[in-house]
C-alpha cells in the first residue's frame, strides 16, 4: 500500500522523497556519535577486547598447485 501511494507521487516528488531519506539517514550517522558520548554509551576497552572475539579471521592457505608448481621449478 505505502509503495503503490509511492509509485502514484510525480518522479520530481519521488526524487524529493528520495533525497530527504538519504539526508535523515547521514544526519543520522553524524548525529549518533554525539548522543553516545552524550548519553555515556561508548565502549569501553573491555568491550572492545570482547567484541574482538566475534571478528571473522581470515586465513591464507596455499593452494596444492602451487605447492607442485613451486616443486618443479
Do not use: C, H
Not at 550517522?29 to 571473522?56: I, Q
Amino acid at each position: 500500500m505505502v509503495f503503490q501511494t509511492y509509485r502514484n507521487l510525480s518522479p520530481r516528488a519521488r526524487l524529493g522523497v528520495g533525497i530527504a531519506f538519504t539526508l535523515w539517514g547521514l544526519i543520522g550517522l553524524k548525529l549518533s556519535d554525539k548522543a553516545e558520548e552524550k548519553l555515556g554509551y561508548t565502549p569501553t576497552e573491555e568491550d572492545r577486547k570482547a567484541l574482538e572475539r566475534f571478528k571473522p579471521r581470515i586465513i591464507e592457505v596455499e593452494k596444492e598447485i602451487e605447492k607442485v608448481a613451486r616443486a618443479e621449478k
